[in-house]
């Protein structure tokens, strides 16, 4: 057999539980196909069952406000359900887009990984590089589109924004276009609805690849390894910003402990193994792992920190 094996056993958890058969298991993605919260759920499956035995269950609306609400009322203790969620999750909930949702209305299993904000355009776009695009919105802001995933204040419009107001742009000037995932923010580039994406590493990654997309700017600390390898910080580029962005899975809220527990047991024997580390580099993700009631208070305290940088910018009171 194949190295999967260390990868497997943890998988072999839910199955010793006598709970269910780990073909029983389920993944929301909430959003629709082709996006990072995809990729999340992508990364779970393959981490516990290879390429196979957990369904994944598309479910957007809302920004992630449908997946979110439909697991917390109707189907809170179901405990084979996970729900993908992002740092963009996390400051929905901060500004209230959830209604009055709150962190502690369900239980945070696993970050598996973590993220970046990119900026990028087609690859025939006549931006060539940061300062290129930054031009073009002093001068004519209202001729460039700006696809974002989700709303005025959403992850993808704040990351913009930031860009925007340090190389001294109002971020009001900008024009953006509220699509839902970024899988559709790269369709609508595509077919130059929009002239630039404000998204995800991850999610470029899969359009770069194939030549599709010039990513002006990656929102790391240093370039990324990969296929983004040749596209710049927007810190080099004199714009210093960088946003991180945490991705992982949760769980209803009335879910048993045993079940929770066995979850989050799981999870950590995967993520512990030399073979998660390669699935998480091919989804387009950096290390970053944690579980149970570290993730928890992490997410607590990330909750408050995008409420801040929220106030910033107006979006809460």
């Known amino acids: 057999m194949k190295a999967r094996l260390p990868l497997f056993a943890a998988a072999m958890l839910l199955v010793a539980s006598g709970a269910a058969r780990a073909a029983d298991a389920e993944c929301i993605v909430p959003s629709k196909p082709g996006g990072a919260m995809d990729l999340t759920c992508k990364l779970a499956q393959k981490a516990l069952h290879g390429n196979g035995q957990m369904r994944l269950n598309y479910m957007p609306g809302g920004i992630g406000a449908v997946a979110w609400h439909t697991l917390v009322s109707q189907r809170a203790s179901e405990p084979n359900t996970l729900v993908a969620f992002s740092g963009g999750s996390l400051l929905n909930l901060a500004q209230g887009k959830f209604g009055k949702a709150r962190a502690s209305d369900v239980r945070w299993v696993a970050a598996l990984g973590a993220d970046y904000g990119?900026?990028?355009?087609?690859?025939?776009?006549?931006?060539?590089?940061?300062?290129?695009?930054?031009?073009?919105?002093r001068k004519q802001p209202e001729k460039v589109l700006i696809g974002v995933s989700g709303t005025i204040g959403s992850q993808d419009w704040l990351k913009m924004a930031l860009v925007a107001q340090r190389a001294g742009i109002d971020p009001k000037v900008l024009r953006f276009v509220a699509l839902e995932g970024g899988g559709e923010s790269f369709t609508a580039l595509d077919a130059s609805f929009v002239q630039v994406v404000s998204g995800d590493a991850s999610e470029a990654t899969l359009y770069a690849g194939a030549g599709k997309v010039r990513v002006l700017a990656v929102l790391s600390e240093k370039r990324l390894p990969g296929v983004l390898a040749s596209a710049p910080t927007a810190r080099e580029q004199g714009i210093d910003v960088v946003w991180p962005i945490i991705r992982g899975v949760w769980m209803g809220p009335k879910v048993p402990d045993a079940d929770y527990r066995r979850w989050v047991r799981a999870f950590e024997q995967a993520e512990a193994s030399p073979e998660f580390a390669q699935i998480r580099a091919s989804q387009g993700f950096y290390p970053f792992s944690m579980t149970g009631e570290a993730l928890t208070q992490y997410v607590t305290k990330a909750i408050d920190d995008y409420n801040r940088q929220a106030r910033q910018f107006k979006l809460v009171r």
Do not use: E, I, P
């Open 118 to 137: 990119m900026v990028a355009v087609r690859s025939d776009s006549q931006f060539k590089s940061l300062a290129d695009l930054l031009d073009a919105l």
